[in-house]
């Protein structure tokens, strides 16, 4: 009944040679990314990593969270027991977890025995998910369930191994079956139970057999594990370590040098972060179950986008190694390892993918470095982006608009320009603000209602700037580059410090994006700002609130996902109509974009369903009068779609302009 160690041990150093080239194949790739440093905050990020890889805060909040929890822990806590396996197969008769100390061996086993039972009901959980309610019909692969079936063998092998040694244990000792079971089963209580149905006469087959099966089994995973998607078992805990600290919402810089190549078109032109990450993917289908472009049938689909990055880099490692041309492009129409033009456009960078990933890997800013590609590199972008282009490099703003025009907002109404040393804010008024038709009167209220408070704000009025939000999630650089420069300069001259925006890509923009410019700014939200002076007293709903009916709120993206500014908005409005707003049923971090960011406020859907109109139809389910928004993208892109969907009676309003309706009237 002892393992034979002279053909357990060639083959357990094969298995162990083949898993280390896998891992070295692959794992030596990320070396060809380029460097970034994840290396700082040490202590924070092992505090994240015991948080988010361990306790997998992020897979418990899904829906079968808890059963890839399940299947996690018993992996850690069989580790244990598949390490003693090894060694016994190599040493038979000196290693033995039985060996150790009775306090210590008994709930070590006890441990053992119940990680196996759940892991193996976890496993049969999610093989019967795979066949009858999938995440993303590719999740039927053979490769996961050849995995499911491996883990299925272990368990089931180490039940036969446990039980025939309990058996034997029994039949030596010429124990009383019924009371020796009862002792065993209080250390080993699944396998004392399987050992009472075994048949004496038997038990040195059943145990070879077991034993070889769990050999085979476990020698093949160890083998096949760098090989397959599973890799992320070795990846997924170093991903979580290295994550982004930061909210990733912003772009890292590139200097402008004539001759150079900017953005991504290669794999070796992403980090070693970035290509780690192509590794960590988990393939759990979660990124694409909330992308607005993949739900809407569109052809971008991050958890694609990751594994053709990840198929790319095996492709054309090797090359890129020798200092040689890929042969699969990463861009373009090459099948598996190529990523679309129309994909790489279709992203609306609400960050929902991030968001959702249990391993924390960063989709968004990846495509937006190919879209820097195209557009810096090539010239190649949507025709429907010239305009765009052209108005923002020669008149600072989307419609091309003259800058005198900034000011027509105010015309009814009594401003001041923004002083330096005098002036407490900077009201940045932003572009749709400034000359959309709609947005003007979001402007109107946010200056009524600081005059109100006694607030001591003033505009740059002709002298102010787009942001250049847009252009940058295109992959303008060169653009933003421009605009971050000249405002970066304004704003320093005019001494500005606190600055208040009543867009959230303006304050995402400022607040995150400017930093790499050196410019450190207080910037505020104008529902952060109105939910603090309602809270200062200095802004009085009064007792009869604002009658708008059926309120429902939609989350901005920038504002919500980028910057965690979730409650104010919604603080605003029960102060102002006396009751909290209805929520839609993807509300707060799983909420779902209108459609408008990215730059893609700019070009026409032309695939699939329209994205404002998906929300749209979620709002309306909860039979709202008003749909309350904090951005002036979503107001255009929900009054747009309350008008395909033929809703009458359904109005769009701004918070800003809520609170006014309560205060002013």
Known sequence: MTPNPSIFTP?????????AWGCWKRLSLI?????????????????????????????LAKPFGLNHFVIFWSFLILLVANTEFILNGMFPQSIKLVKLPFEIYVPLAFMIDIASLLALVAVCIATVRRIVSPPYP??????????????ATLMLAAFGLNATELAAIMIRSNSDPVSFLSVAAQIMPVSARIAGLLPPAHLGIIHAGAWWAHAFALLTFISYLPHSKHMHILTAIPNCFFRRLEKPNTQPREEFVIGNSFGVASVDRYSWKDLLDSFSCTECGRCQNVCPASI??????????????????????????????????????????SISEESIWGCTTCGACMEACPVFIEQMPKIIRMRRHLVETEARFPEELLNLFENMEGRSNPWGIAPSERTKWCAHIETRPFEKDTTEYLFYVGCAGSFDSRSKHVSTAVALLLDKAGVSWGILGKDEKCCGDSVRRLGNEYVFDKLARENVALFAAKGVKKVITQCPHCFSTLKNDYRQYGLELEVIHHSELLRNLVQDGRLNPGTKTAEFGNMVFHDSCYLGRHND???????????????????????????????????????EEHTGERININRVNEAIKQQPDTICVACPYCLTMFEDGLKDVKTEGVRVRDVAEVMAEAVLR
């Open 11 to 19: 083959l357990l150093i094969a298995s162990l040679a083949v898993f």
């Open 31 to 59: 070396m060809l990314g380029a460097p970034e440093n994840r290396f700082d905050s040490v202590g924070i990020r092992i505090g994240q990593m015991l948080k988010y890889a361990f306790g997998q805060k992020r897979v």
């Open 138 to 151: 590719e999740a039927r692969s053979l490769d996961a369930f050849f995995i499911l079936g491996l883990i």
């Open 296 to 337: 809407t049938g569109k052809p971008l689909n991050p958890r694609a986008v990751v594994h053709d990055i990840k198929v790319n880099l095996l492709e054309n490692g090797s090359l890129l190694k020798r200092g040689e041309r890929p042969l699969t492009p990463l861009i373009g129409e090459g099948g598996e390892g």
């Open 565 to 603: 500014v979730y409650d104010a908005p919604r603080e605003v409005i029960k102060a102002a109509t006396g009751s909290a707003p209805l929520e839609m049923e993807r509300s707060r971090d799983n909420a779902f974009c209108c459609g408008a960011g990215g730059g893609r406020m700019w070009m």
